[in-house]
């Protein structure tokens, strides 16, 4: 049984705006090319942009909703990002963090750590794990999450790379320890993906609306979609096949 592409996705700056892709060269031991490059380190993180660090040194959409409706362009060295209550901002962010700051301090609420700012390390993805993930998303369980809560929700509560139709609710969690081909690209897949109060967000108007995560623990967790590494190199398009080996 396989399943087909039906979505790329990537995060250029962490938490800070998502960005459609048509298609996409992977690279074995490498997250998505563009994915997490910089992180927007907050006023108590003493992260210094020498290695990978923590979420919880990162201004985050689980403490600042309002992040979560934020979308981006990647235009040369310059990223656009947009927001339904802020004007479009252009900017590059390893030389012009002031523009970014200012754009940004609106969408953070009151008493959490302000965004001091933006890091990048070489080679490196700023995904939620210490190991260069991808992530795997499967629309039938996002449907059934969908069922459960009552209401449309979506996609983009869970800041996913790789989306995927045409399988069973839950397959992907059949998947740990074993290998996926993706178009050209080749996955091993390591854990589940547990979520955070950030997924509780609408993605379009940035306010928190839906509890996913007491959704989810209906099935006895808080996990949506799965995290893979990347073992063999290759493209992968919108329409290819997924395909467990």
Do not use: Y
Not at 82 to 110: C, I, K, Q, Y
Not at 146 to 159: F, T
């Amino acid at each position: 049984m396989s399943g087909t592409v039906t979505g790329l996705w990537r995060h250029p700056i962490k938490a800070h705006g998502r960005e459609a892709l048509e298609a996409v060269t992977m690279t074995p031991g490498q997250t998505m090319p563009g994915d997490r490059v910089w992180a927007v380190a907050h006023e108590k993180s003493d992260a210094d942009g020498m290695q990978w660090e923590r979420c919880t040194n990162f201004t985050r959409a689980a403490g600042s909703p309002q992040l979560m409706a934020i979308s981006a362009r990647t235009d040369g060295d310059r990223i656009v990002l947009m927001h339904p209550g802020r004007p479009d901002l252009t900017f590059n962010p390893d030389h012009d963090t002031r523009s970014f700051l200012d754009w940004v301090a609106p969408l953070m609420p009151e008493g959490r750590a302000a965004p001091a700012r933006i890091l990048r390390v070489p080679g490196v993805g700023m995904t939620d794990s210490d190991w260069p993930s991808v992530t795997l998303c499967n629309m039938a369980s996002h449907r059934a999450v969908q069922q459960k809560a009552g209401l449309p929700l979506s996609i983009h509560r869970w800041r996913g790379n790789i989306w995927f139709d045409g399988l069973p609710v839950w397959e992907e969690f059949d998947w740990i320890g074993r290998d996926i081909r993706i178009g050209g690209a080749v996955f091993r897949v390591r854990e589940r993906t547990t979520r955070c109060l950030a997924t509780a967000a609408n993605p379009e108007t940035g306010l928190r609306d839906v509890d996913t995560l007491a959704t989810l623990e209906t099935w006895g967790h808080q996990d949506f979609s799965v995290k893979a590494e990347v073992v063999q190199g290759g493209e992968i398009r919108v329409g290819d096949k997924v395909e467990p080996l």
